[in-house]
């Protein structure tokens, strides 16, 4: 047994058995039933917490913050093992930040944490600073802090199996004083152990859900469509099935198409539906920033790279280290950054701006542009090896003037995202606001649409879009390519058209209530419906009319 097995110290091993009869009644001091109080009071806040809410990451959090509130314990923390099972990591702690908790480790049986884990007996420590076993590495605590608190660490145990430990700092206190908190901290244990277990299920199920869903839908032979990105016409199902053969891939992808095509959506998509879709996505626009600016943003600089580098800083290519790195607007790259950048793709290797020592980059890069690559190429103004590294399967995003069949589905998508947003009443697009959107040539694609669309929903002032609430570029026929060559009749008959078919649309078909509404009589309506062709049987063919007002005349 080594000195961190000496450090342990077991409830087990230290108790003497009870005697058979007790001469007289216990009288415990004053502040000893003070503290049980407390601690009894926060054993039922915790329980009550787990058995509420159950799985969720942030009780872990909130657990240890009762122990430092109720109980006056300190550096509250959680370590669990990790999936091989040879080292311990932090799980939850309230002073210490995830992002930094996540590179600090124990291997299993290190100090006196990776002891606990090991003999699966609770460790006491009265003095931290006297305990040459005591590893420090977490909290970091001062010489002069360490001499003054005691650290508890007892195993979190499920099934048989030690997953994790729950530690913590006390002020220094008597041995029996100790022995207590230990005993309270095996019960919270005990309490998290089921936690962690229920956490462990969840995982599992949501797995095996994953795996048959992706069997189901490779029996049935159903096409990829991402949840992020809406249409139906055919240049978007080739899109989705393009996107599907790629994500498994680590290959590099370049997404081609004009500004505002979604090129960040399919670059998400891609992502999320690829091996690396549990680690981090990081976006870079390019065209946003100055060359020394970009290279700092890219690779990261040390302390006194340049004039106002105070501090060494990580890239954005660090950031997203085992995951997905998206640069959009690739095109306006520098030369400079094309060789650094072809280095990466090559070498898959990088220096932060300043350093000299080389990092390496494990990442996937997917590029973006709108920009014509080949005649960048052409002109000098782009690598030719570098076309080569980022065009290795490329994507092309249509504009949205070739998939006119989804601009209804975009607009009534983002009328009730933005209804939502800005708390409209919102339901629909009258007809003639529906055909100046589709006699629009969208210089600005989905982009242009979205905006189009929130101007339209905070203009409204009922239920409906109109044509009179869509931006100005909509409403006038120059700006909207849609100059007029009829006649003022065939005008008037259009214009007869919408206004109809809107009032029964907005009625539900119901011709008396549209008359109503459009303050002419039901006979009339049936007239105007039959001299100008209004296809009513197919707008609503679950209106009782729809199958007796049209038949012919005898």
Known sequence: MDASDNASISSRETGSAAPARMERPVAYPAEHLVRHEHELDALRAIGRLLAERAGQRELLAETLAMLETKLDMRRATVMLLSPNAQELVVEASCCVHRERAQGLRYKFGEGITGAVVRTRLPAIVPCVGQEPQFRNRIHQRSPEEAETVAFICVPIVLENDTVGTLSVDVAAQTPETLQDYARVLEIIAGMIAYDVKS?????????????????????????????????????MQDLYQRIHQVAASTTTVMIRGESGTGKELVASAIHYASPRRDKPFVKVNCAALSETLLESELFGHEQGAFTGAIGQRIGRLEEAEGGTFFLDEIGDFSPVIQVKLLRVLQEREYQRVGGNRTQKADVRVIAATHRNLEELVEQ??????????????????????????????LADHFVAKYARRLAKSVRRISTPAISMMLAYHWPGNVRELENCIEYAVLMSTDDVIHGHNLPPSLQTPEGSNTVSRRTLSAQVRLLEQDLIVDALKCTGGNMSAAARQLGITPRMIRYKIRNLGIDYQHFFPNAPDAATFLSPRK
């Open 380 to 409: 000098g103004q782009f690598r030719q090896d570098l076309y080569y590294r980022i065009h290795v399967v490329p994507i092309f995003l249509p504009p949205l003037r070739d998939r006119r069949n989804d601009i209804l589905l």
């Open 199 to 235: 956490r462990r299920q969840a995982v599992q199920a949501q797995q095996q859900f994953e795996a048959e869903n992706l069997r189901l839908r490779n029996a049935l032979g159903e096409t990829f469509r991402p949840e992020n990105i809406l249409g139906n016409a055919k240049a």
